[in-house]
């Protein structure tokens, strides 16, 4: 049988004589009778009660915060989307604070680009590196500038530099070499704090260190060339 939910307000005559006002209803399954000596009395206690009916039956708390109302609705959008995450929303949001980077903030692919290639050209000078080799490199990331034209570094993830690599069906020994033309190796990027990502196939671990792959990787999206 369907109880009555809400709470009702009405004068009630005790043995006594005296006229008060009573609060009934129900709540969470047992009835409510309250008498109070006033109606500002009883106006107050049907408020508290039907606030505690409305957290029984959709779990919504009253609760003391600085947030504004939109605030609040951010951060219960933020947990709903975390369920069934491992981790905490401050991890996730550290994670984001420390990596992500405004459009105004982010390198350019082609400065990244141009430093990069300086910074190949002193190797060159120091006999650490082939006029081939630099060739190479050159004519690798004048396709990538020329395939991603505009945007920052931070655009590419795993799975877009793999597409890149793999380019025209090529055999895993080029696709592999095209890898370490392209991406910078550890020492010249910082990759402190960042998440080793497990982004590499079966076959592509047979040729490549997937622990040295995975960090060249970070290391471009981590926009830190020096």
């Known amino acids: 049988m369907n109880q009555v939910t809400s709470f009702v307000i009405s004068e009630f005559t005790n043995p006594s004589g005296e006229i008060v006002y009573r609060v009934s209803g129900w709540l969470e399954g047992k ?54 995450y491992p981790r905490s929303l401050t991890f996730y949001l550290d994670f984001g604070l420390t990596n992500y980077r405004e459009p105004d903030q982010q390198k350019p692919l082609a400065d990244a680009v141009a430093e990069y290639v300086a910074f190949k050209t002193q190797e060159l000078k120091r006999t650490l590196l082939s006029t081939r080799q630099l060739r190479s490199i050159q004519n690798e990331l004048e396709t990538l500038k020329q395939q991603f034209p505009g945007g920052p570094v931070s655009q590419f993830s795993p799975a877009t530099l793999t597409n890149f690599f793999e380019r025209g069906g090529p055999s895993l020994k080029t696709s ?51």
């Open 31 to 84: 009835r409510i009778r309250k008498n109070f000596s006033t109606r500002v009395e009883a106006l107050a206690e049907r408020q508290v009660l039907e606030i505690q009916r409305l957290q029984a039956e959709t779990g919504v708390r009253p609760t003391v915060t600085r947030l504004t109302e939109v605030q609040l609705q951010e951060a219960e959008a933020a947990f709903h989307r975390l369920a069934g």
């Open 176 to 226: 592999n070499n095209r890898r370490g033309l392209l991406l910078p190796p550890s020492s010249v990027c910082s990759t402190k704090g960042l998440d080793r990502q497990q982004t590499l196939s079966k076959r592509r671990r047979i040729i490549a260190s997937p622990t040295a792959a995975d960090r060249q990787i970070r290391c471009l999206r981590s926009r830190q060339w020096n």
